[in-house]
């Protein structure tokens, strides 16, 4: 049986219009399908009206306590429950989560010896509470899960998006032939930033290790995407794609960027 797992972020989140384009997009799915958001560009807007710095580093965003309670308010307060009632609305029967509800994610805190990332958690594919995920399947509820995780001690962290959608993804490879999607305002990765139309149709390994080396592609956090894509890849993923979301509903491989091994 196949499965699609999708993340929506950049753009997409902050653009009613593509933001509604892209949920009806999901709807239309054939089969099970579970969402994954970001919304970091939402969090900034209010970090900047608060007076709060955003400090990233290497496309990472450092979290400390006040930027914490702005994204667990962000991500699992308003984005996700905006995106679930739109959802509805599409009759998409769908239930909003962060990492704690049910015990959905649970995350450790990163360790670096060179940076402090403050509450950032991170996972691996035993972190994700895959039998719950799969029950809410099999009653058909579609699962929409936001950035935020939780340690089991009581303390919520920030989790990349991308992780949580790579993991998801690969905690159900078990079960399910699943089919990853990463959706952004771009139609893949692009060759050149400045040109909308100069993105790759496919990526391997090796010229992904080429493009990381060069430093040709940083902008966006697109090196951890990429990361986390190949790392879907290779631990039982079938398919993953990279590209705006009109791709979701093709079967047009030229319309995206496709990884491959």
Do not use: W
């Not at 400090?55 to 667990?72: F, M, P, S």
């Not at 450790?108 to 799969?134: A, E, F, M, Q």
């Not at 949580?164 to 699943?178: F, R």
């Not at 398919?239 to 979301?245: A, E, L, T």
């Amino acid at each position: 049986m196949k499965i699609h797992v999708v993340k929506i972020g950049g753009h997409l989140i902050n653009n009613e219009k593509l933001l509604n384009y892209s949920l009806e997009s999901f709807c239309n799915l054939i089969g099970d399908k579970i969402l994954i958001h970001g919304g970091g560009e939402k969090a900034d807007s209010i970090s900047d009206k608060m007076g709060i710095p955003k400090r990233i580093v290497e496309g990472r965003r450092i979290t400390n306590k006040d930027t914490l309670d702005i994204v667990v308010m962000t991500y699992a307060g308003i984005i996700n429950k905006n995106i679930v009632a739109k959802l509805q609305s599409y009759q998409c029967n769908a239930l909003g989560f962060s990492g704690a509800d049910g015990n959905c994610i649970k995350s450790s805190t990163r360790k670096d010896n060179n940076i402090d990332y403050g509450y950032v958690g991170d996972i691996t594919d035993k972190s994700i509470n895959t039998d719950l995920i799969r029950f809410l399947l099999k009653i058909d509820i579609i699962p929409v899960f936001c950035s935020i995780t939780h340690d089991g001690r009581g303390t919520l962290l920030n989790t990349n998006a991308d992780t949580i959608a790579a993991y998801i993804a690969i905690s159900l490879s078990k079960y399910y032939q699943v089919e990853l999607h990463f959706c952004f305002e771009k139609k893949g990765v692009l060759r050149n930033i400045k040109d909308s139309e100069s993105f790759y149709r496919k990526i391997n390994f090796s010229l992904f290790q080429k493009i990381k080396k060069d430093h040709t592609m940083i902008n966006h956090g697109m090196i951890p995407k990429l990361e986390n894509a190949f790392l879907a890849l290779k631990n039982g993923v079938t398919k993953v794609n990279i590209g705006h979301p009109f791709h979701l509903l093709s079967n047009n491989d030229l319309n995206k960027t496709v990884l491959c091994l």
